[in-house]
């Protein structure tokens, strides 16, 4: 006899993502699409997308947990990708062969709704300018701003409304 009988269970959890880019003209455009199945009720199957311990996919800067975070916005899976669908558009444009800057624009929803009915987690802008100060050493200056969904923010809640994130990161390779 099992230590835990699951009686019958299903499990149909799923990832779905595609991404590309392509050179245009002076810069570089890119984007990318994924969803991931999340869970709708308390049944004995499991329907969320579950990500192993150790893996991460840090995706935009507020709601993915970008470059700096540790903290995500309220309800975003941050780098456990799950109950997500969140579409990228973003360009890089290098400036001088010191300089480039990246613009990115992500939308993102739960694929099942919160305690609230709510599904939207917001718009998120991000930019990036990196300096390549010399071989191996460079600085990034990043701003991002979060316009809130319905499911990000409720009034009368100690989340921010409408957070945003500004910072520098120098980076040293050897």
């Not at 869970?39 to 579950?50: L, Q, R, V």
């Not at 499911?151 to 409408?162: M, P």
Request: aromatic fraction near 12%.
């Amino acid at each position: 006899m099992p230590l835990y009988d699951m009686g019958d269970t299903d499990f149909g959890a799923y990832l779905l993502a595609a991404g590309a880019s392509a050179p245009v003209g002076p810069v570089e455009v890119h984007g990318q699409i994924f969803t991931a199945s999340g869970d709708d009720n308390n049944d004995a199957d499991f329907d969320a997308f579950w990500v192993p311990a150790g893996q991460s996919y840090y995706w935009a800067e507020i709601m993915g947990l970008g470059v700096f975070d540790n903290q995500k916005s309220a309800h975003a899976c941050g780098d456990k990708i799950s109950n997500i669908t969140a579409i990228n558009a973003g360009v890089i444009f290098k400036a001088t062969p010191q300089l480039t800057f990246t613009g990115d624009l992500w939308f993102a929803k739960l694929n099942e709704d919160d305690s609230n009915g709510e599904t939207n987690l917001g718009t998120e802008v991000d930019l990036k300018a990196t300096y390549k100060i010399m071989d191996n050493l460079s600085i990034d200056v990043i701003a991002a701003y979060l316009f809130a969904g319905d499911a990000t923010y409720k009034e009368g809640s100690c989340e921010q409304e409408n957070p945003y994130e500004i910072g520098t990161q120098l980076s040293l390779s050897f």
